[in-house]
Nanobody
Framework: QVQLVESGGGLVQPGESLRLSCAVS????????MGWHRQAPGKERELVAT???????NYADFVKGRFTISRDNAKNTVYLQMNSLKPEDTAVYYC?????????WGQGTQVTVSS
């Protein structure tokens, strides 16, 4: 059974950085693509970034140039480095194992950007 545990969220001021981690168990993280998604209050969940098995990455326009997704195979973990955070980045961030409509989700980690 695939399990994902996100961590690294918190409260930061605009312009600051955070690094989210998604620890994967029950499978090998490099065996499939993975993604980070987010959901703000009252809004639908949206895709933030993806990384394929071959480490090709893709980003939503609203985070390009600020966020970086990466993977550490030795730690079986995927990361989301978030720089230049904005108040509109406030959301619960989820990682997902698999890039298609099916897959496994983590429980989410809260990111709040506020002065």
């Amino acid at each position: 059974q695939v399990q994902l545990v996100e961590s690294g969220g918190g409260l930061v001021q605009p312009g600051e950085s955070l690094r989210l981690s998604c620890a994967v168990s029950g499978t090998i993280v490099s065996a499939n693509g993975m993604g980070w998604h987010r959901q703000a209050p009252g809004k639908e969940r949206e895709l933030v970034a993806t990384i394929t098995r071959d480490r090709f990455t893709n980003y939503a326009d609203f985070v390009k140039g600020r966020f970086t997704i990466s993977r550490d195979n030795a730690k079986n973990t995927v990361y989301l480095q978030m720089n230049s955070l904005k108040p509109e980045d406030t959301a619960v961030y989820y990682c997902k194992y698999g890039l298609g409509p099916r897959g496994s989700w983590g429980q989410g980690t809260q990111v709040t950007v506020s002065s």
